[in-house]
């Protein structure tokens, strides 16, 4: 079939193979945005006199068909297609032969999976700001559920000083939404329009107005000059994977936490059978595989942000096709953030305390008696320390 870039000369299979990669596969995600960045750029074209209404209308009707198609499953993006440009413009233009070929007038694939790329950005960082609040609620009710359950509090996993179970969930769902902010915060970079910059260098003799679709596709700015485009690729997608592996980071310690407390040597916590999995040779046993995992994960998130990381510094200005491989950690990354938020929020609510196998031993308390020796006893501070410290090592 014919491709975007097609010469007219065939190309062989491996190298097809190579080069599209995992793009076909995961392109399927970028139609519906691929679609309204192309209806943009369309619309854009009709309104400065490079494109007739005629065509616009065609155009426009025909891609919001096949984006409704698509998601109804009726096609996907096949390997011979590579990717979702040709996918979509071979199929509109079976469609409607004489708008098809027009579409892609004053824009270069480069500019266009950009505009595509960037407008999922700023959905994955909404929908995921919106799962880290949910798991943040959820840690709020269990707070309340569990208002008068206390429990040690650790430093260096050695009892240190009294807690509460409120106090110890309202710490994560604190931090959860401080993730949940940096995660809207990150899709700055995204949230520039990069059409009308083409393959790097801008689009010469054509009166293409980038405002236009800057506005229609509620980008904040246009990204300029032309030439910052290409060398933009890779920042806003780390800027998002960085902040999903802080959100893992947060996540992970959670995990741990449950992991540990509801060993049989602390039992603080009880976790439904539904959350749990069973050990196939000791019949006892009920493991907490699912926490287990999203602490694991948190070295995926890390890895997902190196490989990002590392594509972009060897490479000199303008565009190179290594940029391509961003866009499969990208992915991974904002999927598993998804999946481990779903499950979180999921299994929180059927977490309990168990009050009877917490024990606050007196020495949680050893602070808060030279604090008191301080306030009723006029005491510097150091003289209690040292004369409740002498008393908890039964040296007074």
């Not at 014919?2 to 139609?31: C, I, Q, Y």
């Not at 902010?181 to 009308?196: K, T, V, Y």
């Not at 050990?279 to 595989?289: A, C, E, G, V």
């Not at 006029?378 to 039964?394: I, L, N, Q, T």
Request: net charge negative; charged share 25%.
């Amino acid at each position: 079939m014919s491709r975007l870039w097609d010469k007219g000369e065939p190309l062989e299979r491996r190298v097809l193979e190579f080069t599209a990669g995992e793009d076909h596969a995961l392109d399927n995600r970028l139609v519906p945005y691929d679609v309204r960045a192309s209806i943009a750029h369309a619309n854009m074209l009709a309104d400065v006199g490079l494109l007739s209404d005629q065509h616009r209308r065609q155009i426009e009707d025909g891609l919001q068909a096949l984006a409704q198609e698509h998601a109804a499953g009726e096609w996907t993006i096949s390997l011979d297609e590579e990717d979702v440009h040709t996918a979509l413009e071979s199929r509109l233009t079976e469609r409607a032969p004489e708008a098809g070929p027009r579409l892609h007038l004053g824009r270069s694939r480069n500019d266009q999976v950009l505009a595509a790329l960037r407008l999922y950005m700023k959905d994955a960082c909404r929908a995921l700001h919106d799962g880290v609040t949910s798991v943040a609620e959820a840690l709020d009710d269990l707070g309340h559920r569990e208002a008068d359950t206390p429990l040690p509090g650790y430093t260096h996993l050695q009892p240190a000083m009294p807690s509460t179970v409120a106090l110890w969930s309202g710490g994560f769902a604190a931090e959860l939404r401080d993730d949940a902010e940096g995660l809207l915060a990150s899709s700055r970079r995204a949230d520039r329009n990069p059409l009308g910059s083409a393959a790097g260098y801008g689009v010469p003799a054509l009166p293409i107005d980038r405002d236009h679709t800057c506005q229609a596709l509620g980008f904040a700015s246009v990204h300029s000059p032309v030439t910052a485009v290409q060398l933009s690729r890779g920042k806003a997608e780390a800027q998002i994977a960085f902040e999903i592996h802080l959100l893992m980071t947060d996540l992970g310690r959670l995990a741990a936490d449950l992991i540990l407390f509801c060993t049989r040597e602390f039992s603080f916590v009880a976790l439904p059978a539904s959350m749990t999995t069973g050990s196939s040779i000791m019949p006892q046993k009920r493991n907490p595989d699912v926490f287990e995992l999203i602490r694991g994960r948190t070295a995926t998130s890390l890895a997902c942000l190196t490989e990002i990381l590392a594509v972009g510094p060897k490479l000199t200005s303008g565009y190179h096709r290594d940029l391509q491989l961003i866009k499969a950690p990208l992915f991974r990354a904002i999927d598993l953030a998804g999946d481990v938020l779903s499950v979180l929020e999921e299994s929180l609510p059927s977490i309990r305390f168990v009050p009877d196998n917490i024990r606050m031993e007196t020495s949680l308390y050893a602070t808060e008696d030279a604090y008191r020796m301080v306030l009723e006893e006029d005491m510097p501070f150091r003289e209690a320390y040292r004369k409740v410290g002498r008393r908890y090592s039964g040296k007074d």
